[in-house]
């Protein structure tokens, strides 16, 4: 089966610009996650989605960061503005289920550098 | 708060030595352990879940919940085993915690 797929793959901004990233989940998989990881740092839950309608979103920067997923199966992420500790590799991932137990997928994730 | 701890962050050992990769965890219910990796120039995907108690590629995981811990074990060490390793912690319904991960370099 294809698996998660993200675009683009790297990004190069300068801060206070704005940037967004894309992702399809695996056919049929109904939850889709966001994260972010620092250089150094394990994967940090950004947003947790159960086909179009959000689960979790508490270590989300709303302030700055906004996701969404419309019709359940794409979803963007999108920074603005950007500020420099936003570097990082941002995952996307995907689930048959949203309990903690069910094997998430990842995405190849995008590498962003906020210059 | 829920944590994941991985001490080493960096592994070295020689082909066909044992191998060791500590995972302690904090939390008071009952957890959900996942060892996840990380292959040069490959997605992160899942190795092993504690629930299911199997071996794959030769390692296998003990949950431990007096020591809190979900070491990664293998009896010998092959080069294909140099990778980034990452100790996940979940709790059924809140998001997995991943520790800052472990990376083991097998030296031929």
């Known amino acids: 089966e294809a698996g998660v797929a993200q675009s683009p793959r790297y990004k190069i901004i300068e801060k206070r610009q704005s940037v967004a990233f894309w992702c399809n989940p695996i056919s049929g998989h109904a939850t889709l996650y966001w994260y972010q990881q620092i250089l150094g740092q394990g994967p940090k839950l950004l947003i947790q989605?159960?086909?179009?309608?959000?689960?979790?979103d508490s270590q989300l920067p709303k302030d700055r960061f906004s996701a969404e997923r419309l019709k359940g199966v794409d979803s963007t992420l999108k920074i603005q503005p950007a500020k420099l500790e936003d570097s990082a590799v941002y995952l996307c991932a995907s689930s048959l289920g949203g309990r903690s137990y069910n094997e998430q997928f990842f995405g190849p994730g995008t590498r962003l550098t906020v210059l | 708060a829920q944590r994941v701890t991985q001490p080493e962050k960096l592994l070295s050992v020689f082909k066909g030595a044992p191998v060791e990769l500590k995972c302690n965890y904090s939390y008071s219910g009952s957890p959900e352990l996942f060892w996840y990796v990380q292959y040069s120039r490959q997605r992160l995907q899942l190795l092993l879940r504690?629930?299911s108690r199997e071996s794959i590629k030769g390692f296998t995981a003990d949950l431990n919940k007096g020591e809190t811990s979900f070491h990664l074990k293998k009896p010998f060490a092959q080069e294909e085993d140099s990778a980034m390793y990452y100790c996940a912690l979940g709790t059924g319904n809140t998001p997995l915690v991943f520790g800052k991960g472990t990376r083991l370099s097998v030296i031929a």
């Open positions: 989605f159960q086909n179009n309608g959000v689960v979790d």
């Open positions: 504690h629930i």
